[in-house]
């Protein structure tokens, strides 16, 4: 069957002097290792070959099951009808008197269909010595301009050329549909020193899907694999490598692009949305497939900018091939995942949400990637981007590799491929998933279980090491963007600069914070009093790091319920706590993270394989929490007080932290100069506090200027007075104090009138 490629009009007979040769030419050895498909070299053996006594050129070609086979050289007037030397396929032909460098290509015959095919193995090699240098000490950043598949043009001839990285392979070939899956076909050059293979296939075109076929190391055909660097793929079960095109310019986002530095300070208000692209909406009536990324951006642009979150963050959109990872076992760190589309359609997506001035962040998963055959998983027949031992190499809670930091070309592959997200999409920054099992050897393991660095410790150095470059060249490369990490533990230092010692973060979610008051939450009101610490816990710490405040999709499955079904009490009590949680986040110092659904009370758990219940919202209940938290966001981002200082001590202050016993808590936020402040005061009981004394910092009026338990949000109402005069009566140690009742569950939100 020939191959599908540009078709050309039959030659004419050998003339110019040039004649044709047979068997003689031809090494059996390197014959029969060419049918076998176990040549190693075919670069030395198949195109054209000089002889430098005669000057004579002998050019090779194999071609399975071909009948014949001309050798057309235009520039030259040849025109050689070629010899079968080999039942199998093989052609050879002998040229005299010709030029230098020989341009030419075939004509080649299947069942009398006539296919015109240029030779890949008359091209020279496309990596340079600089490139291949500077991966082997893993500094080749940009690796995807020289690895993986990129269209290029070589001697006038268009195509695509390739390279991957596979030092033990006895044999790595590109295959495909082009090359009916034949791995004798397309053999790659390796260049030895690097362990990288590479060849220029011409008459390629975006969209044609191909794969690598590896004899590994121990001489076994490896399950072929898709392209560690490949930019897109096919639609799962599906799992092969496809071609792209450059990248689509778009230039619609450069005002949003010249401000972002300025919108991921520390002093900026920051709430972001973070979003599972399959599962936000579907479509019931095709069969309730996801969205496209077009779709996409229809409903979730207006949406998120109607709610006021300033960012959207999508969970992993690098290929996978499980869906119920939800991304977290990603095959393609290079590829925009194919549910949903194309590489472009994500591009156009993420400029479209930057020209409604909402920031886009992305998952990135450095931590561990999946065994499945056509990943990284033993890529050349050993143990390459993960560790051999699996006491170092092998995640006992995801059942994934790790990871082997110790080696420059990975450490290369992971901070090139973040760097390909920021520089090819222009994201705005990246939230690196599962960081504490990269930074501790013995992350989820039983003693015997792990093997300590070099000083007997449990730290994972090289991961260390990863993460600073990691950070060091993101925010080197790719000027205002943030860089978030999703760090568990008491690692002190994650968010500090590199140059002190630290990770490099920008920030850190707060999964204590998280933790303490979810758990808080979900407690019977009448027990609150003997945990009031779980709230107040988190202010110990609270600026130890740059803290996001996170109630992530982590937090909502698993058989964890959603937010709203943690909250204790009767329907009216699970808004009203809902509510007052919600007044106590965006008030609490930190920037903020929800994930979809929590914004209006989404009942059931998170289901990835559905959409979410956006009917609840015929309801006033769950659309009343829906208007509370766009309203908490345009205040948040409204009221410097609330953002300005939320890494900063200086910014916080209790009036009232020690109520236990009527689990109330209340507090001041202040901007940059104090010449703006909140007051904060939480109810975390059912029962209202009439005349409630708070001590303020001033006499004077204040207004109530949101109140969770308004009928605005299907509140109680409960009469309370929206304006209230400060008295000269020292309380809390402040120097003057209000009277007021504070509604039952609920959040009010107070600042000078």
């Known amino acids: 069957m020939a191959p599908k490629t540009t078709r050309a009009k039959p030659a004419k007979a050998a003339v110019n002097g040039a004649t044709a040769l047979g068997p003689a030419l031809a090494d059996q050895s390197e014959v029969l290792a060419l049918v076998a498909g176990t040549h190693t070299n075919p670069f030395a053996f198949l195109g054209p070959h000089v002889d430098e006594g005669t000057r004579e050129v002998t050019v090779r070609c194999f071609l399975p099951a071909a009948d014949s086979v001309t050798l057309i050289s235009e520039g030259q007037k040849l025109s050689v009808n070629m010899t079968k030397v080999h039942p199998d396929g093989l052609f050879v032909a002998k040229l005299t008197q010709t030029k230098q460098p020989l341009s030419y290509h075939y004509l080649a015959s299947w069942d009398r269909e006539e296919v015109r095919l240029e030779d890949p193995y008359r091209f020279a090699g496309i990596l340079s010595t600089k490139e291949i240098l500077r991966f082997r000490q893993g500094q080749l950043w940009r690796a995807w301009e020289c690895l993986g598949a990129r269209p290029i043009t070589l001697d006038h001839v268009e195509g695509f050329a390739f390279a991957v990285w596979a030092p033990a392979a006895q044999r790595v070939s590109v295959v495909g549909p082009f090359n009916n899956w034949d791995g004798r076909r397309h053999i790659m050059r390796?260049?030895?020193?690097?362990?990288?293979?590479?060849?220029f296939i011409p008459g390629l075109s975006a969209n044609d899907i191909y794969k690598y076929e590896i004899i590994g190391a121990n001489g076994d055909l490896q399950p072929l694999k898709s392209d560690p660097f490949g930019q897109a793929a096919e639609l799962r079960p599906a799992n092969a490598s496809r071609l792209v095109d450059p990248p689509k310019q778009i230039d619609s986002d450069q005002a949003w692009l010249k401000t972002r530095h300025g919108r991921h300070g520390l002093d900026a208000p920051i709430s972001v949305y973070e979003v599972h692209a399959g599962s936000f909406r579907r479509k019931p009536e095709e069969g309730n497939r996801p969205l496209t990324y077009g779709e996409l951006g229809d409903w979730l642009i207006p949406y998120v900018r109607d709610m006021g979150f300033?960012?959207?963050?999508?969970?992993?959109?690098?290929?996978?091939?499980?869906?119920?990872?939800?991304?977290?076992?990603?095959?393609?760190?290079?590829?925009?995942?194919?549910?949903?589309?194309?590489?472009?359609?994500?591009?156009?997506?993420?400029?479209?949400?930057?020209?409604?001035?909402?920031?886009?962040?992305?998952?990135?998963?450095?931590?561990?990637?999946?065994?499945?055959?056509?990943?990284?998983?033993?890529?050349?027949?050993?143990?390459?981007?993960?560790?051999?031992?699996?006491?170092?190499?092998?995640?006992?809670?995801?059942?994934?590799?790790?990871?082997?930091?110790?080696?420059?070309?990975?450490?290369?592959?992971?901070?090139?491929?973040?760097?390909?997200?920021?520089?090819?999409?222009?994201?705005?920054?990246?939230?690196?998933?599962?960081?504490?099992?990269?930074?501790?050897?013995?992350?989820?393991?039983?003693?015997?279980?792990?093997?300590?660095?070099?000083?007997?410790?449990?730290?994972?150095?090289?991961?260390v090491q990863f993460m600073r470059r990691l950070n060091e060249m993101c925010y080197g490369e790719a000027d205002g963007i943030m860089m978030v990490a999703e760090e568990s533990t008491a690692w002190a230092g994650v968010c500090k600069p590199t140059y002190d010692g630290g990770l490099g973060?920008?920030?850190?979610?707060?999964?204590?914070?998280?933790?303490?008051?979810?758990?808080?939450?979900?407690?019977?009101?009448?027990?609150?009093?003997?945990?009031?610490?779980?709230?107040?816990?988190?202010?110990?710490?609270?600026?130890?790091?740059?803290?996001?405040?996170?109630?992530?999709?982590?937090?909502?499955?698993?058989?964890?319920?959603?937010?709203?079904?943690?909250?204790?009490?009767?329907?009216?009590?699970?808004?009203?706590?809902?509510?007052?949680?919600?007044?106590?986040?965006?008030?609490?110092?930190?920037?903020?993270?929800?994930?979809?659904?929590?914004?209006?009370?989404?009942?059931?758990?998170?289901?990835?394989?559905?959409?979410?219940?956006?009917?609840?919202?015929?309801?006033?209940?769950?659309?009343?929490?829906?208007?509370?938290?766009?309203?908490?966001?345009?205040?948040?981002?409204?009221?410097?007080?609330?953002?300005?200082?939320?890494?900063?001590?200086?910014?916080?202050?209790?009036?009232?932290?020690?109520?236990?016993?009527?689990?109330?808590?209340?507090?001041?936020?202040?901007?940059?100069?104090?010449?703006?402040?909140?007051?904060?005061?939480?109810?975390?009981?059912?029962?209202?506090?009439?005349?409630?004394?708070?001590?303020?910092?001033?006499?004077?009026?204040?207004?109530?200027?949101?109140?969770?338990?308004?009928?605005?949000?299907?509140?109680?109402?409960?009469?309370?007075?929206?304006?209230?005069?400060?008295e000269a009566v020292p309380f809390n140690g402040q120097p003057a104090s209000i009277v007021l009742t504070l509604p039952p569950l609920a959040g009010l939100y107070l600042v000078p009138a």
């Open 310 to 463: 300033t960012h959207v963050q999508f969970m992993p959109l690098t290929e996978y091939p499980f869906d119920g990872s939800w991304g977290y076992q990603p095959v393609g760190l290079f590829a925009t995942t194919s549910r949903y589309g194309t590489p472009d359609e994500f591009r156009e997506l993420v400029a479209r949400l930057h020209e409604a001035e909402i920031g886009v962040l992305c998952d990135f998963v450095p931590a561990h990637f999946p065994i499945d055959g056509h990943g990284l998983n033993r890529f050349d027949g050993t143990a390459l981007y993960e560790h051999a031992d699996p006491r170092l190499g092998f995640h006992p809670d995801w059942k994934t590799n790790i990871y082997d930091f110790t080696k420059p070309e990975v450490v290369n592959f992971l901070v090139s491929s973040a760097l390909f997200w920021l520089d090819r999409f222009k994201i705005d920054g990246l939230r690196v998933d599962a960081v504490s099992s990269m930074l501790y050897l013995d992350y989820s393991r039983a003693d015997g279980e792990w093997i300590p660095n070099i000083y007997g410790g449990n730290i994972n150095l090289e991961a």
């Open 505 to 726: 973060f920008g920030f850190k979610w707060n999964l204590g914070w998280m933790h303490d008051t979810l758990q808080y939450m979900s407690r019977d009101p009448i027990h609150r009093a003997w945990h009031h610490g779980e709230i107040t816990f988190g202010l110990a710490y609270a600026w130890s790091e740059n803290f996001m405040l996170a109630l992530s999709h982590d937090e909502v499955v698993h058989g964890k319920g959603s937010i709203f079904s943690r909250m204790p009490g009767d329907d009216w009590q699970r808004y009203a706590n809902l509510r007052a949680y919600y007044a106590l986040m965006w008030a609490h110092p930190g920037k903020k993270l929800l994930f979809m659904g929590a914004e209006f009370g989404q009942v059931a758990e998170w289901n990835h394989e559905g959409s979410l219940d956006w009917h609840l919202l015929d309801q006033p209940s769950h659309k009343g929490v829906q208007s509370l938290v766009r309203d908490l966001n345009k205040l948040y981002r409204a009221t410097s007080a609330l953002h300005q200082r939320d890494c900063d001590p200086s910014g916080f202050e209790w009036v009232q932290a020690d109520a236990a016993d009527v689990s109330v808590y209340g507090f001041l936020r202040w901007n940059h100069d104090r010449t703006e402040k909140v007051l904060a005061l939480i109810n975390m009981t059912p029962v209202p506090r009439v005349e409630y004394r708070v001590g303020v910092p001033h006499d004077g009026a204040w207004q109530v200027i949101l109140n969770t338990d308004s009928s605005a949000y299907d509140g109680s109402n409960f009469d309370g007075p929206t304006r209230v005069e400060a």
């Open 190 to 199: 390796k260049l030895h020193d690097a362990g990288i293979w590479e060849i």
